[in-house]
């Protein structure tokens, strides 16, 4: 085996030392002050946040006088989803509200903010094709057309309890796409699958069909 050698690594400047004395001497540094005494909490009062149907019941009569508003929904079967205050902008000297509106009629939702004055103004109208979450009151409604039909009331027993959910859009050219539509499943809290599930259509107010328990 060959006899390997490796030359020293070269010499390196090392970094300086600091000296141990301070020139000149460091003077006037004031000593440590008293010890903090014993702190005191801080107690804050939280502002009570209006609720979304609280800040709803405050701008209905504006929306309902709105010449943009009217226009937009004219002639419409409609409901408002409902209301939260927009805190998303500092800069906003006056506090604002968003408004959901869904149009059954024409399959669309309606942004509407308004300023939160008094009295609240209309700032802007945005219309959307996206749908928002259901409402409260279209759970509701959802659960309510549900249990009408004959399926459900053959197999969904008085112990079962309803799980809403919005259904997802079909492709266009279906007869139900654009159409607001609600899954409804009864079954029991203990149990993975429904024992019946129902789709209702909230804008024309119908069920669309039944089924569960393993059915294709």
């Known amino acids: 085996m060959p006899d390997i050698r490796l030359e020293p690594p070269p010499d390196r400047p090392r970094l300086p030392e600091f000296p ?4 000149p001497a460091i003077r006037d540094i004031p000593g440590p002050g008293p010890e903090p005494g014993p702190a ?3 107690v804050c009062e939280r502002a009570a946040a209006p609720t979304g149907e609280e800040l709803l019941s405050r701008v209905s009569p504006v929306l309902t006088t709105d010449d943009r508003v009217r226009a937009a929904l004219d002639g419409c079967r409609y409901a408002l989803l409902g209301a939260s205050a927009l805190t998303d902008d500092k800069h906003r000297a006056t506090p ?3 408004v959901l ?3 059954y009629t024409g399959g669309r939702t309606l942004e509407i903010t308004l300023d939160d004055g008094a009295p609240p103004t209309v700032t802007g109208l945005v219309e959307s094709s996206a749908q928002p ?3 409260d009151a279209e759970i509701a ?3 309510t057309l549900a249990r ?3 399926e459900v009331v053959r197999r969904a027993t008085a112990d079962c309890v309803p799980m809403v959910l919005l ?6 050219g279906d007869e139900h796409h654009g159409h607001r539509r609600a899954y409804v499943g009864f079954g029991l809290p203990d149990e993975r699958l429904p024992r019946v599930r129902v789709i209702v259509d909230l804008g024309e107010e119908r069920v669309l069909g039944a089924g569960g328990d393993g059915d294709e």
């Open 20 to 23: 141990a004395t301070v020139e």
């Open 40 to 42: 005191e909490p801080l």
């Open 96 to 98: 604002a509200i968003l």
């Open 101 to 103: 509106a869904y149009d």
């Open 133 to 135: 979450g259901l409402s």
């Open 141 to 143: 409604r959802a659960v």
């Open 148 to 150: 009408t039909h004959p």
């Open 167 to 172: 259904t997802s859009d079909v492709a266009e």
